[in-house]
Structures are given as C-alpha cells and as structure tokens.
C-alpha cells in the first residue's frame, strides 16, 4: 500500500503515513454508520464532547479543550453543551457501527 498524497511504501496495517501525516483508509468508520450521537461509553458528564469527537475522527482531549477554552472565554460553551446534550440522540453505551477491516491475525 502506498500514500496518496506523498508516495511512500505503507505496511498494511498503517492508519496515517510516517512521511506525511496523511490518514489511510484503514479503521476508518463508514459515513453512514457514524451519526452524530451522545458518546455513552466515554463520556465525563453527558457524552457530547466524546460524541462529537467520534463523528468528526479526532481525538477527544482536543474536542474537550477546545469546548472547555469555548465555554470559560465566552461562555456560549456551556449553553452549547447543554443544547447539545438535550437534543442529541444516545447510543446507549452500545459501541459505535464501524467498517472492520481485518489485519494480519497473530496466533
């Protein structure tokens, strides 16, 4: 497998290229199979900032910071959450639909 962007030789089971940074197909989940629902299972209070996190791909720290920087700065963070948190469907604590790409199996 190669990069799209720069080129290099990837292994198999490589999710981003050590060159460019660029994310592989590998692990990613469906667009379809990833609505925008409340995180159950890794959330801290409501699970808002863990589902959006999840929808967009990224890691949830940064979600969390940059809502938590919102929310003290200006405060509209705190009424976003709470929109949030009210209109957002829950999943349930039941983990999220993704497309499985098998990997080499190590026995």
Excluded: H, N
Excluded at 19 to 33: N, Q, Y
Excluded at 81 to 99: E, K, V
Aim: aromatic residues 10%; charged residues 20%; positive net charge.
């Amino acid at each position: 497998m190669y990069c799209t962007q720069c080129g290099v030789e990837l292994r198999a089971d490589d999710r981003f290229c050590s060159r460019c940074g660029k994310r592989t197909g590998i692990g990613r989940m469906e667009t379809s199979a990833r609505p925008l629902m409340l995180d159950k299972r890794s959330k801290k209070i409501g699970g808002v900032c863990a589902g959006f996190a999840r929808y967009m791909e990224v890691d949830v720290i940064l979600v969390r910071t940059l809502w938590l920087a919102l929310a003290v700065t200006t405060g509209v963070g705190f009424l976003a959450y709470f929109a949030a948190w009210l209109i957002m469907p829950s999943d349930y604590g039941q983990a999220p639909r993704t497309a499985f790409v098998p990997g080499p199996q190590t026995t």
